[in-house]
């Protein structure tokens, strides 16, 4: 294979660090790399293929010849750029949400719906973390017996928002073990020793923008527009890797035993449910990894007919979350 | 008011010193004070006030004119001393799971069940900590419209397993800022930067203990022995203070105002709702406080007929999950 042109936009970012490490690891054909972000990385590099490349301001010049843009850019940046990458011929795949809810652009899970690829016009959008963690755990249950409502509560990590929050955690953690008190600069409220509700703007029904983004996208991901979906987001002094507690109201019943039987079975996911020994999917041991883990597998009575079951779930969700599926979408494009 | 002859069994626990510290804030007539703990605390002292209280190992014939017993010590112990206690004559307000789902013994929450401490044969028990902050946010409610099914999912502080684990939380998490791995000890799983499912023994339903007495005691609480009731209960590195996303399906609709109305008159309910500046509950707000903070107050429309509402609560499980509960419930006894 000659290998693709590939441009990682948002290149020194949190996101776009992992893209780079996760090209490598999968040996993905990349014929030539650009390192693009805005200006305020200029002069930085960014290390790719045991080389160190300089980072590139990205503009809409930057994408002659490029074949494959993956990128991690903020959706402001994402929609100014997105006319010219398209013009150029290249394909974005874009983790921001400028894209994401537009009926033509296909919003997609290789494990769940990897078949929308082809339907692309030059964008691709990779979900909210949230939700392809979410996803990846129920699609096949959903495509077993149906799902008819989802209560989802989210444990998210500090990466989520970013380097600076991720540093936040760290040396806040530090200052209140030192006796001192937190200073919340990064997020809006003190990060060690603490939970808050998720740090996105709260709309008038109450929901904050990343509940939001985690129901519209659940839905259109798992082709159900009309899915029962409700959410809450809550950010924990984690470092990296999402956990969240699954709460399914099922269309026809199902136990324990074949509820495992096809996670056993589902595309990305690997069980970790030890009752004896009360180890279940933690954040820390999903750091790093590729898989959904899933566990804390339990019929819920509360749902009448045998049609409720409860799941633990994390994900590292900068790489299945965010830079893994981007570039599994990418492997799937030609 | 001439005072009243008052043990506190488990004195030097982390609740013990918790019920030490509210007598006194609240004024607890107290004529003598008793500390009783095992033979482990032998030879320690309690502050009580003004005083050191040498701490006697509890037996017994420790409870000789005593009146009233506040205990914080485990099921076991309590169990095999609550004869003696009764048989002198004193009342046991019970910290622990031994009484609880007893059909005798009144299990109260004072703002929700007051009624039921006159019903007392010499025990009142003091319900689990996660079940205490969940009654008091939704009693109203549920008085109000009634609720049909709750799904319930914590995030629960170091501190709701001892002393130990708080120390653990603390030590662990400057061994990993010094880059050094985290050594569970005190409790199962790393606590530092990381969430694991809660660390009571899980039964063949798939259920940890901590769930399943949140699901039974929640029940008779409310007093409605048929709810349906989920929970899932998570460890989180914050030292204190318990947070708790509800999820609650009602049987009548209520818009949001009606519920927010509902909630600012809610004794031991205190509103922190302000969408526009992202600022509700959080645990190290909550730390040292008396009330149930609730916030997040939003209907969900994954329920029909505006019958589903969304909370998020927390509460100083130290206090009224435990200590401040136990105290109000002993200041109603005569």
């Given amino acids: 294979m000659r290998g693709r042109s590939v441009a990682v936009l948002g290149a020194t970012?949190?996101?776009?660090?992992?893209?780079?490490?996760i090209l490598e690891q999968r040996k993905f054909p990349v014929r030539s790399l650009k390192a693009l972000a805005?200006?305020?990385?200029?002069?930085k590099t960014v290390r790719f293929g045991g080389e160190e490349i300089p980072v590139e301001v990205a503009g809409p010049s930057s994408f002659q010849g490029v074949e494959l843009v993956l990128s991690s850019?903020?959706?402001?940046?994402?929609?100014?750029?997105a006319a010219a990458i398209t013009a150029s011929g290249a394909v974005l795949v874009d983790n921001s949400?400028?894209?994401?809810?537009?009926?033509?652009?296909?919003?997609v899970v290789p494990e769940v719906n990897a078949e929308k690829i082809a339907d692309h016009r030059g964008i691709i959008a990779n979900p909210n973390c949230v939700a392809i963690?979410?996803?990846?755990?129920?699609?096949?249950?959903?495509?077993?017996?149906?799902?008819?409502?989802?209560?989802?509560?989210?444990y998210q990590s500090a990466s989520g928002a970013g380097i600076a929050a991720m540093r936040e955690l760290e040396h806040q953690t530090r200052a209140v073990l030192a006796g001192e008190a937190p200073v919340p600069v990064a997020l809006p409220h003190p990060i060690a020793f603490n939970v808050f509700s998720h740090n996105s703007a709260v709309g008038p029904d109450g929901y904050n923008g990343e509940e939001t983004k985690v129901i519209q996208e659940t839905r259109k991901i798992l082709g159900s527009p009309e899915?029962?979906?409700?959410?809450?987001?809550?950010?924990?002094?984690?470092?990296?890797?999402?956990?969240?507690?699954i709460n399914l109201t099922l269309r026809d019943a199902l136990d324990e035993t074949r509820a495992r039987e096809i996670l056993a079975t589902s595309a990305g996911v690997e069980i970790i449910d030890d009752r004896k020994h009360n180890t279940f999917p933690m954040p820390l041991a999903a750091s790093g990894k590729d898989a959904v883990f899933v566990g804390r597998i339990r019929s819920d009575p509360s749902?009448?007919?045998?049609?409720g079951l409860n799941l633990f779930v994390c994900g590292d969700q900068l790489r299945k979350g965010a830079a893994l599926n981007a570039i599994q979408i990418a492997e799937r494009l030609w």
Same sequence: chains 1, 2.
């Fill in 13 to 21: 970012g949190v996101v776009g660090r992992e893209i780079l490490a």
């Fill in 38 to 43: 805005s200006a305020r990385s200029a002069g």
């Fill in 73 to 81: 850019a903020g959706s402001g940046a994402t929609r100014e750029l």
């Fill in 97 to 107: 949400s400028a894209f994401r809810m537009d009926a033509h652009v296909p919003l």
């Fill in 133 to 154: 963690i979410l996803c990846v755990a129920v699609a096949a249950i959903h495509r077993a017996v149906g799902i008819e409502r989802i209560v989802v509560t989210t």
């Fill in 227 to 245: 899915l029962r979906i409700t959410a809450t987001c809550v950010r924990v002094p984690v470092m990296r890797a999402h956990s969240e507690s």
């Fill in 303 to 307: 749902v009448p007919g045998g049609r």
